[in-house]
C-alpha cells in the first residue's frame, strides 16, 4: 500500500523559510516520478516542482529561484525547501508520487505566508 506523508507546513513571515518533507512507505522514492503541488483557496491544485528517476528537476516559473526539491534515498523521503516566501506561496502543498502508472497523493500540508 502506498502513502505518502508531508509535514513541515506552517505560518512563517514573508522572506522565510519553510522545508516540507514527504515520507513514503509502499514505494521507493528513487524509483519513480515525485513532485509537489499546491493549491491556494479559491483556485487549481498547480505543480511547483518534480524531482524524476534519474534527479532532473523542474519547476514552476513562480518559484525557480527560491524552491528546490530533493530526495533522500536512505529515509525514502522527498524535500521542498522553500526560500523567500511570498504571500502568494500560501496553499495546502501535497506531495506526488506516479508509480507504476498510479498517481497516489498526500494529505497535504498547510503554507501560510503572511505580508
Known amino acids: 500500500q502506498v502513502q505518502l506523508v508531508e509535514s513541515g507546513g506552517g505560518l512563517v513571515q514573508a522572506g522565510g523559510s519553510l522545508r516540507l518533507s514527504c515520507a513514503a512507505s509502499?514505494?521507493?522514492?528513487?524509483?519513480?516520478?515525485m513532485g509537489w503541488y499546491r493549491q491556494a483557496p479559491g483556485k487549481q491544485r498547480e505543480s511547483v516542482a518534480v524531482?524524476?528517476?534519474?534527479?532532473?528537476?523542474n519547476y514552476a516559473d513562480s518559484v525557480k529561484g527560491r524552491f528546490t526539491i530533493s530526495r533522500d534515498n536512505a529515509k525514502n523521503t522527498v524535500y521542498l525547501q522553500m526560500n523567500s516566501l511570498k504571500p502568494e506561496d500560501t496553499g495546502v502543498y501535497y506531495c506526488?508520487?506516479?508509480?507504476?502508472?498510479?498517481?497516489?497523493w498526500g494529505q497535504g500540508t498547510q503554507v501560510t505566508v503572511s505580508s
Open positions: 524531482i524524476t528517476r534519474t534527479s532532473s528537476t
Open positions: 506526488y508520487a506516479n508509480y507504476f502508472g498510479g498517481d497516489y
Open positions: 509502499g514505494i521507493g522514492v528513487s524509483f519513480t516520478a
